[in-house]
T-cell receptor, first 113, second 111 residues
Framework: DGGITQSPKYLFRKEGQNVTLSCEQNLNHDAMYWYRQDPGQGLRLIYYSQIVNDFQKGDIAEGYSVSREKKESFPLTVTSAQKNPTAFYLC????????????FGSGTRLTVV | RKEVEQDPGPFNVPEGATVAFNCTYSNSASQSFFWYRQDCRKEPKLLMSVYSSGNEDGRFTAQLNRASQYISLLIRDSKLSDSATYLCVVKSSGGYNKLIFGAGTRLAVHP
């Protein structure tokens, strides 16, 4: 079955550490996205990629980095520069840029300990 | 002002009740509109798109008023399984047509 796989489901990070969240899709979608969700807030866009080897900053990119070396994969690194990284991270994809339908992964819950 | 605003709720209703959610958006050039459903600690899933003429999918009816920049979702004959958070989502216009999510309205249906 086609879909998006995010791993790990839960992640604990010590202060000052970088961590990388995995996102893999087998839907043959061109566009991929990373969102962050905090309690009581809507999803906020961190980074997006319209095609391999291209990505753009979203609304809250500071303290995060991404790469898009393969169509299927769009990993997100949460760096030590991100001051408040505890959140629920969601990866999504769409068949092309501007497509209405987004498919979401099941999310990674990151906690700083 | 937030780009997409919703009443956070929670809405606590008995089974069989009719419940309505409202949403307003700030960008009059917005192109497309959606309702997503999100269960606790899960990913959002598309519930339905919202069309200018209004549209219905079983017990769910969505309405759009472009002049007032207002979107609504009506759920009739509520079921226990409808308990979730409902996200109002707007596709903005501009160089990149991104989806903008409201914070969501929580619905709790009780027996």
């Amino acid at each position: 079955d086609g879909g998006i796989t995010q791993s790990p489901k839960y992640l604990f990070r010590k202060e000052g550490q970088n961590v990388t969240l995995s996102c893999e899709q087998n839907l043959n979608h061109d566009a991929m996205y990373w969102y962050r969700q905090d309690p009581g807030q809507g999803l906020r866009l961190i980074y997006y990629s319209q095609i391999v080897n291209d990505f753009q900053k979203g609304d809250i990119a500071e303290g995060y980095s991404v790469s898009r070396e393969k169509k299927e994969s769009f990993p997100l690194t949460v760096t030590s520069a991100q001051k408040n990284p505890t959140a629920f991270y969601l990866c999504a994809s769409s068949i092309y840029r501007d497509a209405d339908g987004y498919t979401f992964g099941s999310g990674t819950r990151l906690t700083v300990v | 002002r937030k780009e997409v605003e919703q009443d956070p709720g929670p809405f606590n209703v008995p089974e069989g009740a009719t419940v309505a959610f409202n949403c307003t958006y700030s960008n009059s050039a917005s192109q497309s509109f959606f309702w997503y459903r999100q269960d606790c600690r899960k990913e959002p899933k598309l519930l339905m798109s919202v069309y200018s003429s209004g549209n219905e999918d079983g017990r769910f009816t969505a309405q759009l008023n472009r002049a007032s920049q207002y979107i609504s979702l009506l759920i009739r004959d509520s079921k226990l399984s409808d308990s979730a958070t409902y996200l109002c989502v707007v596709k903005s216009s501009g160089g990149y047509n991104k989806l903008i999510f409201g914070a969501g309205t929580r619905l709790a249906v009780h027996p």
